[in-house]
């Protein structure tokens, strides 16, 4: 499947203007890609970004952000799956432990910053940090058994700002509340879209790393088994679609 990564190394040349931001280290980050099953065709909850964003602006992306903090002295329930927990300490120093964890609950509250939705069962967490409010508040604690590590992709080199994103998807039906839409002209998101997964990857308004890794998971759902973990990288003036075993 390298025709994904030459892909993304075309339209990385036509519509990408890199700059001059070269010493810029990737910050860790984690993303949501919520899926609902219930329809004949699997669709996708995305949200469109604000136009003053200075990054993906009026794009179309999935929940997600940097980790914070307080991702890492938030209470929790249930496990990620060993696969995943193996394959999120690919490339990561062994005396950061705890990342997988970390990563998994950075998608869960950027997720419910972002969407309003919390993923969990109830059960008031037994340490919450002030970023993670609204599930004490809703007396939920937030699931890692419902989350699956999907794909990784680092921003190439020159962007004023780059991530080295890890993406997990999770089903609908594991949220536990919903808080109502908090999208709008002053939010993170003006507004929310749950889209079927061949109409997300036919919009002008994804970005095509989005589109990439919804190749990918289209593939996955199809699958049977645990297939590897996608890794896009850019190395030598070019996208590399690498393997997580």
């Given at each position: 499947?390298?025709?994904?990564?030459?892909?993304?190394?075309?339209?990385?040349?036509?519509?990408?203007?890199?700059?001059?931001?070269?010493?810029?280290?990737?910050?860790?980050?984690?993303?949501?890609?919520?899926?609902?099953?219930?329809?004949?065709?699997?669709?996708?909850?995305?949200?469109?970004?604000?136009?003053?964003?200075?990054?993906?602006?009026?794009?179309?992306?999935?929940?997600?952000?940097?980790?914070?903090?307080?991702?890492?002295?938030?209470?929790?329930?249930?496990?990620?799956?060993?696969?995943?927990?193996?394959?999120?300490?690919?490339?990561?120093?062994?005396?950061?432990?705890?990342?997988?964890?970390?990563?998994?609950?950075?998608?869960?509250?950027?997720?419910?910053?972002?969407?309003?939705?919390?993923?969990?069962?109830?059960?008031?967490?037994?340490?919450?940090?002030?970023?993670?409010?609204?599930?004490?508040?809703?007396?939920?604690?937030?699931?890692?058994?419902?989350?699956?590590?999907?794909?990784?992709a680092i921003t190439p080199p020159g962007r004023s700002r780059r991530f080295d994103t890890r993406f997990?998807i999770a089903d609908r039906g594991h949220v536990a509340l919903d808080l109502g839409d908090p999208s709008?002209?002053?939010?993170?998101?003006?507004?929310?879209?749950?889209?079927?997964?061949?109409?997300?990857?036919?919009?002008?308004?994804?970005?095509?790393?989005?589109?990439?890794?919804?190749?990918?998971?289209?593939?996955?759902?199809?699958?049977?088994?645990?297939?590897?973990?996608?890794?896009?990288v850019f190395r030598r003036g070019r996208f590399h679609r690498l393997e997580i075993d």
């Amino acid at each position: 499947m390298n025709e994904l990564a030459d892909t993304l190394t075309r339209v990385e040349r036509i519509e990408d203007s890199p700059g001059q931001h070269r010493k810029i280290r990737p910050r860790d980050a984690a993303t949501l890609i919520l899926v609902d099953r219930s329809k004949s065709e699997p669709h996708v909850l995305v949200g469109r970004r604000h136009a003053r964003h200075a990054f993906m602006a009026n794009k179309f992306v999935f929940p997600g952000g940097r980790i914070d903090r307080s991702d890492g002295r938030m209470a929790c329930i249930g496990k990620l799956d060993k696969d995943s927990e193996r394959r999120l300490r690919f490339g990561v120093p062994k005396k950061y432990t705890g990342k997988p964890r970390m990563l998994a609950l950075t998608a869960l509250r950027e997720t419910f910053e972002e969407t309003g939705l919390l993923i969990g069962k109830r059960g008031a967490p037994a340490a919450c940090p002030p970023e993670w409010q609204p599930y004490a508040n809703s007396g939920i604690t937030p699931d890692l058994s419902a989350l699956t590590f999907v794909a990784r992709a680092i921003t190439p080199p020159g962007r004023s700002r780059r991530f080295d994103t890890r993406f997990f998807i999770a089903d609908r039906g594991h949220v536990a509340l919903d808080l109502g839409d908090p999208s709008g002209p002053d939010a993170e998101f003006v507004e929310l879209k749950w889209l079927s997964i061949s109409a997300a990857k036919e919009s002008p308004d994804m970005p095509t790393i989005s589109k990439t890794v919804l190749i990918e998971i289209d593939r996955r759902l199809e699958a049977r088994g645990n297939p590897p973990v996608p890794y896009y990288v850019f190395r030598r003036g070019r996208f590399h679609r690498l393997e997580i075993d």
